[in-house]
């Protein structure tokens, strides 16, 4: 079937407002999932939050169901968390690891995630071991199976860098992890919403996701999701608890709840969660392989046109690439043509060492200008750049 470019667009005033390829930043919230926070806030402002908490509980707890379809996981597997960050960091520090424990990661790992490692090998002794990518510039696969070893307690990547086109090889580095046993976290921040995630097939015992980005909710959203085996079998321990996440028990005694929501705080975003759920269903609804299919299409077409502007270089990486399109531009300064092309109502971004350091620095890069598109981006928006650009 011919996607519905029209209707997505309608659906999105912002639209009709500027020319949006920063998804991977944040998306534009389609209208039902502004409404939903808008209307939701509105009734707080009026009635006091805790009633409209109360009167709403089913909006709260569907966003575990509709996350669970998109996952294809229990309700209990899955936590609401502030934001991707710091539903990464709830699992990866309450991972035990010590003097001589070694993590495998990418070379094209996220900074913050990088930051975490080495903020732990300093605290803890641990060792932080990096990957070396393929001739594709994704993770090796066979050189992760080679480095495993009984010190290994923890395979962490990014499935999409934030610097690049790139997918990695999930599922085949979940391979990796479930032949030795060992625990494997995947930052899905960039994936989640732009394709179809199984957290079966991919074999992660963790999965760290935001809600801005390609799921199209509210900032100050995300989710983790955490193996139940973790929970029942290995009684993982969060780095933070609260009387959400526990129940206090007497004097001494404390006892965690049994499900992914050991990794919550009492206070959140309810009117982020609520729209959430609207978020994850709205997606659905339309089809994440759909989504893929169109997503991919419109990255394809614009690296296709990219190469025909001069100074232009595209510099995305990846067997399989995503809706992430970012390429470098010679004689123009990268912040500077952002700013020129915000005043022409075109949004993109700047991703620089920062955000991909290990991976930059080995291939020479400082800086890349980020085009991120979606569903919703038309064929005259990319035009638009091109045009800009040009």
């Not at 020319?19 to 009734?43: F, I, K, Q």
């Not at 707080?44 to 569907?62: F, I, P, S, V």
């Not at 732990?120 to 060792?127: F, P, T």
Request: a negative charge; proline letters at 4%; hydrophobic letters at 40%.
């Amino acid at each position: 079937m011919t996607f519905d470019l029209a209707r997505a667009r309608a659906e999105t005033r912002g639209c009709a407002e500027v020319t949006h390829l920063n998804h991977a930043g944040a998306s534009l919230m389609p209208a039902p999932v502004a409404d939903a926070v808008v209307d939701w806030l509105r009734e707080e402002e009026l009635t006091g939050g805790y009633e409209t908490a109360n009167r709403h509980r089913d909006r709260l707890e569907h966003f575990y169901d509709a996350t669970a379809k998109l996952l294809n996981c229990h309700r209990d597997e899955v936590a609401f968390v502030e934001n991707a960050t710091r539903a990464w960091d709830m699992a990866f520090y309450a991972l035990d690891l010590g003097p001589g424990d070694r993590i495998l990661t990418a070379e094209c790992e996220y900074g913050s995630n990088m930051i975490a490692y080495l903020h732990r090998a300093k605290r803890n002794g641990c060792k932080v071991d990096i990957v070396p990518s393929d001739k594709h510039g994704q993770i090796d696969v066979a050189a992760l199976d080679s480095m495993v070893d009984s010190h290994t307690k923890l395979i962490s990547i990014s499935h999409i860098p934030t610097g690049g086109g790139l997918v990695n090889p999930a599922e085949a580095v979940g391979a990796v992890a479930r032949k030795y046993g060992v625990p494997y976290l995947l930052d899905a921040c960039q994936s989640v919403g732009q394709m179809p995630i199984d957290v079966e097939a991919i074999g992660c015992d963790f999965l760290s996701a935001t809600g801005r980005k390609y799921l199209r909710g509210p900032r100050g959203t995300g989710f983790l999701y955490v193996r139940y085996r973790w929970i029942e079998e290995m009684d993982i321990d969060p780095p933070l608890l609260d009387q959400h996440a526990a129940t206090l028990v007497s004097e001494n005694e404390y006892a965690m709840r049994d499900d992914a929501r050991r990794f919550e705080n009492w206070e959140c975003y309810f009117a982020g969660k609520a729209a959430l759920g609207t978020a994850i269903d709205y997606a659905l609804a339309w089809g994440m392989p759909a989504i893929q299919k169109r997503v991919t299409a419109v990255a394809d077409e614009l690296r296709a046109k990219l190469a025909t502007v001069p100074d232009v270089i595209v510099t995305d990486q990846g067997l399989v690439k995503c809706g992430i399109v970012t390429f470098t531009k010679k004689g123009e300064d990268l912040p500077a043509l952002r700013q020129r092309l915000l005043e022409q109502k075109i949004n993109i971004s700047v991703s620089t060492g920062s955000g991909s350091r290990v991976g930059f620095d080995r291939r020479g890069l400082d800086a890349v200008v980020r085009a991120s598109v979606h569903y919703l981006t038309s064929e005259e928006e990319v035009d638009r750049l091109i045009a800009a650009l040009r």
